[in-house]
């Protein structure tokens, strides 16, 4: 199974950035995509996540309200679309699903 992140860059305060998960492999209804991040010297932390069948979404208090998390089925990509981003939402963005890890992308947000 992979997982690559796309849509990463660098954005000013208060604008907008939609990340992507392209999953490849095998894939079933049930199952969960979660969302982390890593800020330079800092643990990596969770964002958010998705459970692909439903839809149910949960976030970290930090970004809820700001960052929303979709799925589509026939593309086999989640996506995280990033809002009102912060200097503090700086760091690298990965995916997860059943044990596998994304390469991650890039987010820098200045003030």
């Known amino acids: 199974e992979q997982l690559v992140e796309s849509g990463g860059g660098q954005m000013q305060a208060g604008g907008s950035l939609r990340l992507s998960c392209s999953i490849s492999?095998?894939?079933?209804?049930?199952?969960?995509v979660g969302w982390f991040r890593q800020a330079p010297g800092k643990e990596r932390e969770f964002v958010g996540c998705?459970?692909?069948?439903?839809?149910?979404?949960s976030y970290a208090d930090s970004v809820k309200g700001r960052f929303t998390i979709s799925g589509d089925n026939a593309k086999n990509t989640a996506y995280l679309q990033m809002s009102n981003l912060k200097p503090e939402d700086t760091a690298v963005y990965y995916c997860?699903?059943?044990?596998?890890w994304g390469q991650g992308t890039q987010v820098t947000v200045s003030s």
């Open positions: 997860f699903r059943a044990g596998s």
């Open positions: 998705i459970r692909w069948s439903g839809g149910d979404t």
């Open positions: 492999g095998r894939t079933y209804s049930s199952y969960v």
